[in-house]
């Protein structure tokens, strides 16, 4: 017997990943420039990053970082402590950051404005750039890997409600239409931008 149930994570349709990827390839400069020439360090990072895993419950992305994170030198503790949903041990000065990534996947990328300029005049330009920059791909990146689990389950017999096979695998195949243009503003950047200081 098939098994119908609904999945509870956010997963995409066309709709959906269109309107992430428009925003994506708009600001696909700044992550270039955040991957290339970072203001925030990995740790800061890992953390905003972590912070929006924990939202979303991709479980791809939250071992990836997890690897990540224990490689970079953070705690084990530590990395418990951000999946489960909590800043205890994560530095004063980033809490703000941390807090606004858990918001904006809280409201599905939809942040309040006066919480989104407070980021701003805490950050200031830059780093909020390197900030945004992280949230943005994990946002991407998570709900990626929510549609491939949903696709599994389903290959393995349990259909997914609100949601369809070709919906899923339509949605797996274009979301890899942004990497021919992430690596060509990478090379462009590599050949025409000198490294500067961006603090």
Request: aromatic share 10%; glycine share 4%; hydrophobic share 40%.
């Amino acid at each position: 017997m098939t098994i119908k149930r609904k999945f509870d994570k956010r997963i995409y349709n066309l709709k959906t990943l269109n309107d992430d990827m428009r925003k994506f390839i708009s600001h696909a400069d700044f992550f270039v420039e955040t991957i290339l020439n970072p203001v925030i360090s990995k740790h800061f990072s890992e953390r905003v990053s972590m912070s929006v895993i924990q939202v979303n419950g991709c479980k791809l992305c939250s071992y990836t970082h997890t690897k990540n994170a224990l490689k970079s030198g953070m705690s084990k503790e530590e990395v418990e402590v951000l999946l489960s949903g909590g800043f205890e041990g994560a530095p004063k000065e980033e809490l703000e950051a941390l807090l606004f990534a858990q918001h904006y996947a809280d409201t599905k990328g939809n942040p309040d404005l006066e919480t989104k300029q407070k980021l701003l005049n805490i950050y200031g330009k830059e780093k909020t750039k390197d900030i945004m920059s992280h949230i943005l791909l994990m946002m991407m990146t998570n709900l990626h890997g929510n549609t491939m689990e949903a696709f599994k389950m389903r290959l393995k017999g349990e259909k997914i409600e609100n949601s369809s096979f070709w919906q899923e695998l339509i949605c797996i195949i274009h979301f890899f239409k942004i990497m021919p243009i992430i690596l060509f503003k990478m090379i462009k950047y590599k050949i025409f931008t000198k490294k500067n200081s961006r603090n």
